[in-house]
T-cell receptor, first 116, second 111 residues
Framework: GAVVSQHPSWVICKSGTSVKIECRSL??????MFWYRQFPKQSLMLMAT?????????EQGVEKDKFLINHASLTLSTLTVTSAHPEDSSFYIC????????????FGPGTRLTVL | QKEVEQNSGPLSVPEGAIASLNCTYS??????FFWYRQYSGKSPELIMS????GDKEDGRFTAQLNKASQYVSLLIRDSQPSDSATYLC???????????FGTGTKLQVIP
């Protein structure tokens, strides 16, 4: 399966600041990556699909101006949480599809964001 | 709304027993089905994928798919305490490479 890294693994920030999370595909070129959010004791919720060289596709209810996604290269997608608030505190996880035509997703280790 | 339903548990089984995890889905057109394991505080890791009706075995794990009943299950034989985790069912619900996740079943294997 694909190998995906995320950085940072955890971050604590003050309310109103912006936080950038990086997601890297280490073993193949990912034209499509996905960003999920998971609140405690809840399932994964897809936030957006990150497309290399084009705009991200956001799921209904996700504010695109608050969660900025950039996929400028085939190995790197970034998620920036702008003007973070305590309710944005969550576990953010990216994934890629492992290449080819498979729809199997492989997840990064996740980033735990705490907004004070 | 395309849904994937799982019993949240916890499902408790003694060590060495068979754990049976179940999942139903609403989109009859779904073609791809996945089981992920998620330890507390960690991201999900893929256990198995299944695409055709019937059983698929991989070591101690067996995935079972019944598209007519819109039902997919995961059996874990010879359960070990290290299998204690939340198991997520995921279904390709349309759209390139997009999947929908269930809320997960928490499994506890009692030594």
């Amino acid at each position: 399966g694909a190998v995906v890294s995320q950085h940072p693994s955890w971050v604590i920030c003050k309310s109103g600041t912006s936080v950038k999370i990086e997601c890297r595909s280490l073993d193949f070129q990912a034209t499509t990556m996905f960003w999920y959010r998971q609140f405690p004791k809840q399932s994964l919720m897809l936030m957006a699909t990150s497309n290399e060289g084009s705009k991200a596709t956001y799921e209904q209810g996700v504010e695109k101006d608050k969660f900025l996604i950039n996929h400028a290269s085939l190995t790197l997608s970034t998620l920036t949480v702008t003007s973070a608030h305590p309710e944005d505190s969550s576990f953010y996880i990216c994934s890629d599809a492992g290449g080819g035509s498979t729809d199997t997703q492989y997840f990064g280790p996740g980033t735990r964001l705490t907004v004070l | 709304q395309k849904e994937v339903e799982q019993n949240s548990g916890p499902l408790s089984v003694p060590e060495g027993a068979i754990a049976s995890l179940n999942c139903t889905y609403s989109d009859r057109g779904s073609q791809s089905f996945f089981w992920y394991r998620q330890y507390s505080g960690k991201s999900p890791e893929l256990i198995m994928s299944i695409y055709s009706n019937g059983d698929k075995e991989d070591g101690r794990f067996t995935a079972q798919l019944n598209k007519a009943s819109q039902y997919v299950s995961l059996l874990i034989r010879d359960s070990q305490p290290s299998d204690s985790a939340t198991y997520l069912c995921a279904v390709n619900s349309g759209g390139y490479q997009k999947v929908t996740f269930g809320t997960g079943t928490k499994l506890q294997v009692i030594p």
